[in-house]
Structures are given as C-alpha cells and as structure tokens.
C-alpha cells in the first residue's frame, strides 16, 4: 500500500480519517500495520500490503 493512500482512505463505519500505526516498509510501501479510526476508534488491518477495509461485522463473516 503506497503512503499516499492515506489521504483518501476513510473509516467505512463512520467516513472519518484514518491513522497508520505499527506500520512496517518494505521498498518504500506499507505491508504491514493497522489502520485506526480517528473518530470510533475502529482499527484496520494491512496485511501483505492490502488494507482491509470491510466493516467489523462483515469482516467477521469474510
């Protein structure tokens, strides 16, 4: 996932702006850490570069 993402990436639950924390690079991308709503807290994972960005209760399901 490219840093950059950042700026256009929002929370699904409640479309507030959303924070990397624990973040590891790798050739200058992110692919690993989590993404965390500023807002309801919420967190995302990003895993092998991908963001996972379906609400907690379809993430469950997935």
């Known amino acids: ?3 950059s993402l950042l700026d256009i990436v929002c929370c699904p639950v409640d479309k507030a ?3 990397l924390e624990g973040a590891e690079h ?3 991308e992110i692919v690993a850490g989590e ?3 500023v807002e309801c807290g ?3 994972p990003v895993e092998d570069g991908i963001p996972n960005l379906l609400p907690p209760d379809m993430r469950e399901e997935a």
Do not use: F, I, P
Request: proline content about 0%; charged content about 45%.
């Open 17 to 19: 702006d959303l924070e």
């Open 42 to 44: 919420e967190t995302y």
């Open 26 to 28: 790798e050739d200058g």
């Open 1 to 3: 996932m490219k840093e």
């Open 35 to 37: 993404l965390v709503c």
